[in-house]
């Protein structure tokens, strides 16, 4: 991984010194916990369209690796982007109950794809965000790997909760239309959180059914739906 880091550097620095990284529509870059290498081209390319980031970390991160260097370089990172289609294919990370703050205000739709991205926890906040799409590349039918999941209940992913708790975007993404394939737009952010969620719940719950899933409501939210709403973690983009 080391390697391929080092490579994607030097092009960029080569590119850089060559004032042509303003001229970027679109990257497409391997990343794994060391991400500084990438957060300082980030200001140089105003003109990207889209971006294009694959995890690749290693499984067994530190606490301090993952806290203070890891979350705070990939958020920084996604942060100083510009550009209005934002994809992160998770190929293999350190999995921890921790937030990822997404924060922009130039993405306009977001796709998370990979063979592990259910435990990702993204908290987008961002204003002009449109549209949440999975793209499981066809790898991860019947094998949700969702927090605690029973072997018995992976034939479906979690829509609200893989990737994504749907009730992060509350006022957060209030220009948000479809999430994960659910029409989401019609509901508005103009009222309180625990009625926002009831309207959000039954329209995944027919989603769900859709997707040829059996359960009763009540079964069904115990495991998949979160009527809490998420706290917005205090630091964000920040290395210690």
Not at 204 to 229: N, P, V
Request: hydrophobic share 40%; net charge positive.
């Amino acid at each position: 991984m080391d390697s391929y880091s080092s490579f994607d550097c030097s092009v960029l620095r080569h590119i850089s010194r060559l004032g042509s990284l303003s001229c970027l529509t679109r990257l497409c870059v391997l990343v794994d916990q060391n991400l500084y290498y990438l957060e300082q081209f980030m200001d140089e390319m105003p003109n990207l369209l889209e971006l294009k980031l694959g995890i690749l970390t290693r499984l067994n991160l530190g606490k301090h690796v993952y806290l203070n260097e890891y979350i705070p370089r990939l958020e920084a990172v996604v942060a100083a982007s510009k550009a209005p289609v934002l994809m992160v294919t998770v190929l293999a990370e350190t999995r921890r109950q921790v937030s990822k703050v997404f924060k922009n205000n130039y993405v306009e739709k977001l796709v998370i794809t990979g063979p592990c991205p259910c435990t990702f926890n993204m908290f987008p906040v961002m204003g002009r965000l449109k549209e949440v799409v999975f793209d499981d590349l066809g790898t991860l039918q019947d094998n949700c790997t969702y927090w605690k999941s029973r072997i018995d209940d992976r034939g479906l992913h979690r829509a609200g909760l893989c990737c994504v708790n749907i009730g992060a975007v509350y006022e957060n993404c209030p220009n948000l239309e479809r999430f994960m394939g659910v029409e989401v737009g019609m509901v508005s952010h103009k009222q309180t959180f625990n009625k926002w969620n009831i309207r959000m719940k039954k329209r995944f719950y027919d989603d769900y059914l859709q997707q040829g899933g059996a359960k009763e409501m009540k079964a069904w939210a115990k495991t998949r739906w979160d009527s809490r709403r998420p706290v917005f973690p205090e630091n964000i983009g920040v290395v210690n």
